[in-house]
């Protein structure tokens, strides 16, 4: 297998990456609760289970970017994320069917075509979902996924390389923090939000 070497990637995300199968082994195994988060969906709300696809892509991508890296993995990672916000995002709309395969086969054309507007896009869709999901529900079921990410992407941010909070070689990594905050931000969010409220 080719190993990838990213030429910013996984090194903004503060972990030290190694010469390993495993590239970044704590932001490696954190991946896995997007999967796990996406099988909670799958299993307890089928009416989500888009929602829960994308949790597992989302992990899935983001488990071959930090792990074993191959090349394409940063466009694996980068399309499964800016998906599952599509999908969040027109979750209950007219849009909802769109977000599915066609949203997931213009995404992956789009960054395999122009891989440097992956970030930026990414950025437009999640405060484009945000908007219309506080536009929809500012329930707890809203707030409280919406807060969790928030104080997480911050953390985050703090934590990420040149951060502040970085350290290259602990265990506790910032990134990592960030998967498990969102993958349940978003599985909190799609269990308690289609759950008829009295």
């Known amino acids: 297998m080719t190993r990838y070497v990213p030429a910013m990637g996984a090194l903004a995300d503060c972990e030290r990456i190694v010469a390993d199968l495993i590239g ?13 988060g996406g099988l909670i969906v799958i299993r307890f709300d089928r009416g989500r289970l888009w929602i829960g696809i994308g949790l597992i892509a989302t992990g899935a991508g983001s488990l071959l970017f930090h792990g074993p890296m191959p090349t394409g993995s940063e466009w694996a990672h980068d399309v ?9 995002g027109a979750a209950g709309t007219r849009y909802e069917r769109l977000s599915r395969l066609p ?9 395999a075509w122009l891989p440097e507007v992956a970030d930026p896009v990414a950025v437009l869709l999640a405060v484009v979902a945000v908007t219309t999901l506080l536009i929809r529900d500012r329930s707890n079921a809203t707030l ?3 807060g969790l990410i928030a104080i997480a992407a911050v953390l985050g941010r703090l934590g990420a390389t ?22 349940g ?5 799609a269990l308690a939000s289609s759950r008829p409220r009295r």
């Open 144 to 146: 409280g996924p919406l």
């Open 24 to 36: 970044q082994p704590i932001n490696t195994l954190t991946t896995l609760a997007f999967v796990i």
């Open 185 to 189: 931000a978003v599985t909190w969010w």
């Open 162 to 183: 040149a951060g502040p909070w970085c350290y290259p070689d602990s265990v506790w990594q910032w990134h990592g923090l960030w998967h498990v905050a969102a993958a």
């Open 103 to 111: 949203a997931l086969a213009t995404l992956g054309i789009m960054f």
């Open 80 to 88: 499964t994320l800016a998906w599952l916000i599509v999908l969040v």
